[in-house]
DNA sequence: TTGTGAATCAGCAACGACTGCAGATATGGT
DNA sequence: ACCATATCTGCAGTCGTTGCTGATTCACAA
């Protein structure tokens, strides 16, 4: 599976090879993390750690999210949904949002046309390429929602969703 | 000039046309806006507001704004850099994002072939599409900053940038 | 096994961006 | 001028995230 991060054996010898410490916390995280394909939160991280670790701390899981961006093994995407989301994808890749939920998934595919034309760049350096697709996801389309607005006005969706359709 | 808001005298109208009061504090506003061809934040708004009338709120700042952007005359967009930025360029287009600086540049091509192909939408219906171009703007690629830092590394960047070099 | 110094952790305070609220104020139709 | 109400200000509160700091734990060595 290319959507995974390093196995916590694997990442463990990353942090030992620039000589860090390991420990049970990271361990936990480690193994979420490797049994995840989705995009998490560093909340929903969180939760996951605290069934089998119930002490662990907030600040620890963003510490380690943290750890892991700044080593290359994991990438952090802001799709403006209010928090950042954690990728273990590290091959090129673009997402899909649901502008409704959320739900955050990988569009594998390259776009090797898509580049800024010398006249409009002003001396711009591009490093890098985000295409994000808004739309709405399988679920949030069936439109039937609790509080029966139909929700295609994009003039007026000020909420930022928050139902956490975390597939 | 494509990019730039609507003319204060039209806006007093189309608020008023929605049974909307005018104010001084809109009007101060919506002059600001018009006047410049950027990609301002909420805070910016709120610091040259201020110059002429030193008492208004910040608070009414982010009203009229989403009052804006609820009537579809402002597009707010995130990209990232910690506050939503308004965009009064309406026409279909994408953005140049500096990683050291901050500022945003507008990238006005449209790229036809750019979709998400069926076999990994899953059911995804897409209604926008953003494109991001992350790199160094001109004047940040000169490499030569106060703190001597080289700054190609985006391992470690985990700053954001505040500089507000804002064109 | 035990000691030791450094890395790490938990918990809480603080921060930046933004919004909810409430009372004061201003607008614009009469 | 009058009044209903839209709007404004100022402040407290929320949310996601990070800065401290003292306590704990790890890893290596004796």
Redesign the pocket.
Known sequence: MVLAVKSPAEL?DL??D?????????QA?FAILHGTEAHP???WVYERARRQ?P?????????????LVAMGELE?L?VGT????FDPNLAPHHHLVCDDCGRVQDVPVDFPDVAVPQEVAGGFTVSTTEIVFRGLCATCAHGTRADGTADRAPSQS?H?P?KECHA
């Open positions: 463990t942090f030992r620039r000589g860090r410490k390991m420990t049970a916390q990271r995280l939160t560093a909340e670790m002490t662990i701390s907030l600040r620890t899981v963003y510490q380690t999210l943290n750890d952090q802001d209010g928090s950042a989301r000020n930022h928050h």
